[in-house]
T-cell receptor
């Protein structure tokens, strides 16, 4: 079985721009969650989707949003990028809620 | 919300010795406790997990223990090998009738295996 696939792997954007990151979960998995990893704050929960519905959201501003499609693939969007949004964005998939979560390799976003 | 503390931040052990990493959590609603290993340039890899109805779980050289009363859980790695060198994260996930709340992670432990 293929693992969690995140695209692109690396991204450089300018302040004020917006960005969309993509995540393809493990085949058969219906839950997708997103995390932000930075050296200062560590790994922080952004949001989780299950059956195309956002089930929970972390403590991030409204500039961070996401969605899940009927095939369980997910995208997250960050609008009006700030320098502090530079981070590794990780996607994890699971069979359902409160189940094992398997991470992708992440998308490294740099905002300049 | 949940808060997870992890210690130590760096742990250096001789190859072949054991390593222990400890975490505490705050939310008594947490019922799922996974451990992840992250190597440079890679995403976190799930290595073992435990649920709140179990006190201990073992998988070859790796074991996890959970003390619900004290709200702490630990990762034990025996007979350490060079490939065990990585950053290890503990996490906790509260679960209520409405659904899971997402994983709350500790700050990580950089495990260094000295040859």
């Amino acid at each position: 079985k293929a693992g969690v696939t995140q695209t692109p792997r690396y991204l450089i954007k300018t302040r004020g721009q917006q960005v969309t990151l993509s995540c393809s979960p493990i085949s058969g998995h219906r839950s997708v969650s997103w995390y932000q990893q930075t050296p200062g704050q560590g790994l922080q929960f952004l949001f989780e989707y299950f059956s195309e519905t956002q089930r929970n959201k972390g403590n991030f501003p409204g500039r961070f949003s996401g969605r899940q499609f009927s095939n369980s693939r997910s995208e997250m969007n960050v609008s009006t990028l700030e320098l502090g949004d530079s981070a590794l964005y990780l996607c994890a998939s699971g069979e359902g809620l409160n189940t094992e979560a398997f991470f992708g390799q992440g998308t490294r976003l740099t905002v300049v | 919300g949940e808060n997870v503390e992890q210690h130590p931040s760096t742990l250096s052990v001789q190859e072949g010795d054991s390593a222990v990493i400890k975490c505490t959590y705050s939310d008594s609603a947490s019922n799922y406790f996974p451990w992840y290993k992250q190597e440079l340039g890679k995403g976190p890899q799930l290595i073992i997990d435990i649920r709140s109805n179990v006190g201990e779980k073992k998988d070859q050289r790796i074991a996890v223990t959970l003390n619900k009363t004290a709200k702490h859980f630990s990762l034990h790695i025996t007979e350490t090998q060079p490939e065990d060198s990585a950053v290890y994260f503990c996490a906790a996930e509260p679960y209520s009738g409405g659904g899971a709340d997402g994983l709350t992670f500790g700050k990580g432990t950089h495990l260094i295996i000295q040859p």
